[in-house]
């Protein structure tokens, strides 16, 4: 049994507490199951309380694990976590200065002004805050304009063109430019971005100018309001065409996926150990058993880190999974046809769902996958013409944000109510002037 101990840091109470189930571990122990939990309601400041977790092995006794890990997403309180402190069972309540309302941010680009806007939208009223202008240049396709948010809301981040600067941004209602960082050469197709959990590290990844062979990688390290950038050599990887990029909820992994990588023109999955110099730690292509990569695009992370799904965006359409057992990484099952086209994956906080577009020209459609058995269990349909492009989950679970690569005249976004992880009738569309990109994950 591991006691953990969590102390509310924070100059005010909090509430609604949740402590998420199962956790990870590396090592011997093969199931977790919570005990003893006294940190329910609400915990005053410097307040503490606690909750246990039984950890069994194989043979069904309890035994301590070699190793153990937890994710930042351990607890949570309100727009609070739960992290780790220098000493492993003692948790404190890191807290931000940020809006309690989450907001969801959208690269839109306006036709004719070589402006990329990154609009804030309040998740509660579903209003526009304040837009602001990025250099963008329109001969740039709209949809290389990705956003991420770090985990704790404070930053968001967006890149700039031609100069292939990434832009970092405060969050909240009006963002404002806080910092502009040169990578020095800019990823022209299809670039992605991603935080750590800790936000201390983004990573930045495409493929300069469409060149197969060229793709990069940046690391771009923050201490104390430094930035520093870095090109690892990934164990010598050599990516052609990076789809996307995802980072273990503990933050010690980076998982990839290449187009075309891994000596397999289908392309290939790759897990780098962020704390050993980015070494290789596995690579997947169609020669290992039961893998069925078909161009490799975005990834999603189960909140245990046991189980990566990988989109295909070419035929056979479908979803790969991969399971990872104490750092062992397999091709598990290969769901078959539940999307086409995949645009934009997102999990929930509690890892019971999974939401994905299908941006297929016949089927513009919200699929939702039950991740305990990895089947579909209903799909929600878009207005007729809308291509959809980015999904994002509010942290409670209530709505599902979807932006959209080709739009109306105004409407570009659009939100469905959620009920038990199921879409409630047709989605409320918000609108704005000119054909958005993507989304940003939302402030936790």
């Known amino acids: 049994m591991v006691t953990y101990n969590v102390t509310n840091n924070a100059n005010t109470s909090l509430s609604n507490l949740v402590v998420q189930q199962p956790i990870s571990t590396t090592g011997k122990s093969s199931l977790i199951s919570l005990q003893a939990n006294t940190c329910t309601g609400t915990l005053a400041a410097g307040g503490k309380c606690s909750f246990q977790l039984l950890i069994k092995g194989a043979n069904n006794s309890e035994q301590q694990p ?25 948790l404190t309540v890191q807290t931000y200065s940020i809006s309690a309302t989450p907001f969801a941010y959208l690269g839109v680009l306006y036709s004719g002004s070589n402006k990329n806007n990154l609009v804030p939208i309040n998740s509660a009223s579903l209003l526009l805050g304040t837009p602001t202008s990025v250099a963008y240049d329109w001969t740039i396709p709209h949809e290389d304009s990705p956003v991420a948010v770090s985990m704790d809301g404070s930053r968001v981040y967006t890149l700039e063109a031609p100069s292939g600067n990434l832009i970092v941004l405060s969050s909240g209602s009006a963002p404002q430019i806080l910092d502009t960082i040169a990578l020095g050469l800019f990823p022209l197709l299809h670039p992605s971005i991603v935080v750590s959990p800790d936000g201390n590290t983004i990573y930045v990844a495409g493929t300069y100018n469409g060149i197969l062979g060229y793709s990069k990688i940046y690391v771009v390290s923050y201490n104390q309001g430094t930035y520093t950038v870095s090109t690892p050599s990934f164990d010598d990887t050599s990516f052609i065409y990076v789809g996307g990029m995802a980072v273990s909820p503990d933050g010690k992994t980076l998982y990839v996926s290449d187009y075309w990588g891994g000596n397999d023109i289908r392309g290939a999955f790759y897990a780098f150990d962020i704390h050993n110099n980015y070494s290789r730690l596995v ?58 086209q995949t645009n934009g994956m997102t999990i929930t906080p509690d890892g019971k769902y999974l939401y994905t577009a299908s941006n297929n020209v016949a089927n513009h459609k919200i699929y939702v996958i039950d991740t305990q058995n990895n089947s579909a269990l209903t799909s929600a349909t878009l207005p007729s013409g809308i291509y959809p492009f980015g999904v994002a989950v509010t942290p409670d679970g209530s709505q599902l944000f979807v932006s959209t690569n080709i739009g109306s005249s105004t409407t570009n976004a659009y939100v469905f109510s959620l009920s038990n992880g199921l879409p409630n009738g047709n989605p409320t569309g918000i609108n704005m002037t000119g054909p958005q990109s993507t989304i940003g994950q939302f402030i936790n």
Not at 298 to 317: C, E, G, K, R, W
């Open 66 to 90: 070699s190793s153990f890990t937890i994710s930042p997403e351990i607890c949570s309180f309100n727009s609070s976590l739960c992290i780790g402190t220098t000493t492993l069972n003692n």
């Open 283 to 340: 690579t997947l292509n169609n020669n290992n058993a039961g893998c069925n990569f078909h161009l490799p695009n975005q990834l999603a992370v189960m909140p245990d880190n046991q189980t990566i799904y990988v989109d295909a965006q070419a035929s056979p359409q479908g979803m790969q999974v991969i399971s990872n057992d104490h750092g062992v990484y397999t091709c598990s099952h290969y769901l078959s046809y539940i999307t086409d």
